[in-house]
């Protein structure tokens, strides 16, 4: 390579040699006028150093001088290549251009010289590239054949490998061939030569097949022997394992037949089972007892107890009992009664030992009867005490129920002493937050404080599962809150006209769930329900339905439902769709909830609050492991997360977000259903969700305000409530799991008393007492069922005479109410009485008009004008039970008197007394006292005046009973004065509504209790299942007649 200069110099030398006058030009200015020309080829120049290409770039030059001259002509190539001017030679070529021509050349334009020299280092680069190419196809096929090449000679190598032991093999059969043919000389020429023969024949045989084939079939038959050998190895090698396994196992079973068959022979109880003890009463023994309660608190009925202890004599001690060797279900229900006595015992024991309990309890109705369950938590776990029926559910009730439960408790021991042990022991109370337990709570403690003489207060413990309920109906009021806010009142099935007569009292989204649910899920609406076809439908598509019931959680029914019917949305829709063709109200009102996009953000709403609060926060209430006193943890972070969410809650759809509590949801279908919506549906249930966590922290700052900061039990530092609340849960969910104990109990045992059912819950849920009486002593558990079978009828009587109580009082309350109904109607009827008693000193109620002018002209004063208005008003509202918009009192003298005479326009009050009124009377004619004495004469004789008597079947008649009439037809007459008539139910909400009953109601009737008759009867319905009277009046009629004769 040239150095600066020289390159310089010899770029001079070259243009001086090729005519070009560049003796004026600097260094520096030459360097500019080769940089104008080298900058497009600076690439090719690059490349051409790193390739060191530099001789075949001057060879290429002087090739291309026939087709290219202005390559030669102008030597502005060595600036792109530097090299090239290095190596070029002295002088040109023999065919270089000499002087003129070169002269010619320089008066060309510089334009087409440069175009040209573009053109030609164009196809130099493409050439170039070319070759690269080609090298590098070069390169792998060498690479490829060397591959080959190699495989190749790895197979030569084992091929000669092979060859060699081959033709080790075969020298070995040639000595043994030589042997054999030495041998052959050796011996005679016999039969035995001859056999030799044969076997050499037979050799040479072998020998041209050893070698006409390859050793390599006998080298794989050889290692796939051995493989089989393998095998075989570790195939017997497990065989004998098992064996020696059996064996053991056979050996062990032999000793523990032999071990229970001594035992057997030394208790004498190979073909006989004792279960009546020695003696001329027979009584049963322990054991049959205690297996009797067994079975009892397995949900083995009392009539089924001895059947199953004589299926278990029978199949397992081949043994068959006899039936008075069983006990019967009076014996075995006497038996339960032992078993509630022990129950009970096991609750005082576990309450008198421990240093603090706590009494939770609830309430429940049930086929409108009311109980409430009691259960008590110790730092050895929690405790039914079964149930407690009450007329109501108040505060005196609740102590009163309380302290009976004490009271019972301390009663197995000495009842005066324990029950202030055990009053003294109880350091708190939990339930809901019903106004009657607060006011319970309250009075229960200055009970102990009074009778015990301290001013230690109570610990007053709610629970928290309830805190779900307030978040469910708070979700409620923001989603109808929501649809009034976005202008969506009506979405779903609302929009459908055959939906517009159906009340919308819930939202849309909770209405969805709910129905869906019930349509869908187990424990349905079996009649409006398409459960199995359902099922089926997600059989055919290899789903699993996970539709839950809306009965089964009712703290978190709402929101967990969203989540599965969010996932299951297509596929409800096309099964509703097209798999049900024939659909009920029912079904259609789904069907359209779950078409609508509106109720899909809603319910993806509801699904998200799941996910993200419900979900965890239920998770954690049922692991349990989270004390009260602890439990303001939690509750800051729920908080603090709903406060953030309120404000900004563009988060929730993360994935990688961390759930609430580090507690995550289980069933994750839910989680990509929500992140499976699209953009616009996320950005809604974004704005959904912030409006949802309002009232959620205003729920949250309500219910939860005890474990906030400044609350009662944030962050206890007080080491006497610390340890008052150790043992303390926070929630009271067994109590919730005992009212479903308490509905399987009253679907199976539908006539037991409370107490039976007590027994069953309390034998059922109090898992340690099994324990508990197996870790006495024989003579301790023959005491406890001695006491139990003297107390327990006992406490049995004593539940039933608390039974008894509950019914007297209600019907205490009934009889009560009946007297107060009593006395309003008596009140009412004295009223009336009083109103017709100012209409006929007034000279009667008004029918027209001129009546109330008549009327008004008799009254002098204005006071007294007012109130004979007011009396006519009030006698055709209450007396005659019309009710119009005209008869108001709150109106002046004008007023009353005007809406008075419109009413009497509008309507005829008396259209039955029309043929009386004598029209062409003059205003000033007065009824004379001997007319009217007539008239009330005539009204008191209404049978002989009416003249009404049964004339034919079939007559639709009106009959007066106590407090309301009955319409009916007339189906068979007896007498003029008396028939049977069929009657129809008339409707609660109205009275000109009326139906035929399911049942036929009939009775026989008197001709004088008829006020109504041959009145036209039609039907409304399509199938004539309903009927009305058109323009009817007889609930007029009927005030009319009651009035008169009552």
């Known amino acids: 390579m040239f150095q600066k200069d020289e390159r310089h110099t010899l770029c001079r030398q070259w243009f001086t040699h090729v005519g070009l006058n560049i003796s004026d030009l600097s260094d520096k200015q030459l360097r500019a006028r080769l940089d104008k020309v080298r900058k497009p080829y600076d690439t090719f120049s690059k490349s051409l150093h790193r390739g060191n290409n530099e001789a075949k770039l001057k060879d290429y030059l002087f090739q291309q001088q026939s087709h290219f001259p202005l390559v030669s002509a102008m030597p502005t190539v060595p600036s792109v290549v530097p090299c090239a001017i290095e190596n070029a030679p002295a002088t040109p070529p023999a065919d270089h251009p ?19 020299l573009r053109r030609s280092n164009e196809e130099l680069s493409g050439s170039l590239l070319e070759a690269k190419n080609r090298e590098m196809i070069y390169k792998d096929l060498l690479k490829e054949k060397t591959q080959s090449v190699t ?15 081959s033709a080790s093999h075969i020298k070995c059969v040639e000595t043994q061939l030589c042997s054999a043919k030495e041998y052959i000389g050796k011996i005679r020429q ?24 390859e050793d390599g079939g006998c080298i794989q038959t050889i290692e796939r022997l051995k493989h089989k050998l393998k095998l075989c190895q570790t195939a017997n090698s497990s065989l004998r394992a098992k064996l020696n396994s059996v064996k053991e196992k056979r050996q062990q079973d032999l000793d523990r037949h032999n071990q229970l068959t001594a035992d057997l022979l030394e208790e004498a109880v190979v073909h006989t089972v004792k279960t009546t003890e020695e003696g001329p009463r027979k009584k049963f023994t322990h054991d049959v007892i205690k297996t009797t309660i067994g079975l009892i608190s397995c949900g083995v009925s009392a009539k089924n107890s001895g059947h ?25 229900l006497r038996f339960a009664d032992q078993g509630h006595y022990l129950a009970k015992y096991h609750v005082a024991e576990t309450v008198l030992d421990s240093d603090n309990f706590d009494i939770h309890f609830d309430g429940t109705t049930r086929d409108h009867r009311k109980y409430v369950g009691q259960q008590v938590t110790t730092s050895a776990g929690s405790l039914s005490c079964g149930f407690t029926e009450v007329a109501t559910e108040d505060a005196k009730t609740l102590v009163d129920v309380t302290v009976s439960l004490l009271q019972e408790v301390a009663q197995v021991y000495d009842k005066e002493r324990c029950f202030k042990a055990a009053l003294q022991k109880c350091s708190g109370l939990m339930s809901d937050r019903a106004a009657p337990n607060k006011l319970m709570k309250k009075d229960f403690n200055d009970l102990r404080k009074a009778t015990l003489g301290t001013e230690e207060d109570l610990q007053f413990l709610y629970c928290n599962a309830h805190y779900l309920l307030g978040l469910g109906t708070s979700a409620e009021k923001s989603l109808k809150e929501l649809q009034t806010e976005w202008g969506q009142q009506r979405i779903g099935r609302d929009n459908a006209a055959q939906f517009g007569h159906w009340q919308a009292k819930e939202a849309a989204a909770v209405r969805y769930v709910r129905m869906a649910c019930e349509v869908l899920g187990p424990r349905g609406d079996d009649q409006c329900g398409c459960r199995d076809a359902w099922l089926a439908y997600c059989e055919m598509t290899n789903k699993t339905s996970t539709v839950p019931s809306f009965k089964s959680n009712r703290f978190n029914s709402i929101f967990y439902g969203a989540t599965k019917l969010l996932a299951h949305r297509d596929d409800i829709i096309e099964f509703l769709s097209d798999y049900m063709p024939s659909r009920n109200q029912k079904l259609e009102s789904v069907l359209k909830d779950a078409q609508s996009e509106e109720v899909n953000v809603f319910v993806a709403t509801l699904a998200m609050v799941y996910e993200r609060i419900t979900g965890p926060y239920w998770t954690l209430l049922c692991a349990g492991e989270t004390s009260y006193a602890e439990f303001f943890l939690p509750v800051v972070e729920l908080h603090a997360q709903l406060r953030e969410w309120r404000d900004d809650s563009a988060s929730i759809f993360s994935p990688h977000v961390p759930s609430l509590f580090s507690i995550q949801v289980p069933d994750a279908s839910s989680l990509a259903a929500l992140l499976d ?131 007297a009082s209600k019907r205490q309350k009934l009889q009560l109410q009946q007297q107060r109904t009593e006395a309003d109607r008596q009140k009412k009827a004295r009223e009336k009485a009083d109103i ?30 007012l109130a004979a208005l007011k009396t006519q008003i009030r006698f055709f509202r209450h007396v005659l039970g019309f009710k119009s918009e005209l008869l108001k009192l709150t109106q002046d003298l004008p007023g009353l008197e005007q809406s008075l005479k419109e009413f009497l326009a509008s309507q005829d009050p008396f259209p039955e007394h029309r043929d009386r009124v004598d029209n062409n009377l003059d205003e000033e004619d007065e009824p004379s006292e001997s007319d009217s004495s007539a008239s009330e004469h005539e009204n008191d004789q209404r049978v002989d005046s009416d003249g009404f ?31 049977k008539v069929n009657f ?63």
């Open 949 to 979: 008597s049964f004339a034919q079947t079939g007559q639709t008649v009106a009959v007066f009973y106590d407090e309301t009439f009955h319409v009916g037809t007339v189906t068979n007459i007896l007498s003029a004065d008396e028939a």
């Open 151 to 165: 495989t190749l000679q790895a197979d030569l190598t084992k091929l000669q490998g092979k060859a060699e032991r």
């Open 836 to 865: 017709a008693q100012e209409i006929r000193q007034d000279g009667g109620a008004c029918s027209s008009a001129g009546d109330v002018d008549r009327l008004l002209e008799r009254k002098a004063l204005q006071r007294e004008k």
């Open 308 to 332: 199953v202890i004589q299926t278990v004599a029978r199949n397992l001690f081949h043994t068959d009992i006899d039936d008075k060797d069983v006990p019967s279900e009076r014996t075995s």
């Open 98 to 116: 000499t002087g003129d021509e070169l002269t010619h050349l320089k008066i060309a334009s510089s334009g087409r010289q440069l175009a040209a």
């Open 190 to 213: 016999t039969n035995f030569y001859k056999r030799l023969k044969r076997q050499e024949t037979n050799l040479k045989k072998r020998e041209e097949n050893l070698k006409d084939h």
């Open 677 to 807: 919506l699209d953009e616009a549906t996320q950005q809604k249930v974004q704005r959904a969700f912030s409006h949802f966590c309002v009232n959620f922290v205003a729920v949250t700052e309500r219910q939860l305000d005890d474990f906030l900061p400044g609350g009662r039990y944030h962050a206890v530092q007080d080491p006497q409530v610390l340890e008052r609340l150790r043992h303390s849960h926070i929630t009271n969910l067994l109590g919730e799991a005992c009212f479903g104990d308490l509905d399987i109990s009253i679907y199976t045992h539908r006539n037991s008393s409370v107490h039976h059912h007590s027994t069953l819950t309390m034998l059922k849920r109090n898992k340690t007492m099994k324990a508990w009486f197996n870790q006495k002593s024989n003579e301790e558990q023959r005491q406890l069922l001695l006491n139990a079978s003297s107390s327990g009828p006992e406490m049995r009587k004593r539940h039933r005479e608390n039974d008894r109580e509950v019914k």
């Open 984 to 1046: 129809l139910k008339k409707s609660s909400l109205d009275n000109n509504r009326f139906s035929w009953p399911a049942k036929e109601d009939s009775d026989t009737v008197s001709s004088v209790f008829v006020f109504a008759w041959d009145f036209l009867l039609e039907p409304i319905s399509t199938n004539a299942r309903m009927w009305h009277v058109p323009n009817s009046t007889l609930q007029e009629q009927y005030n009319l007649y009651v009035e008169k004769y009552c």
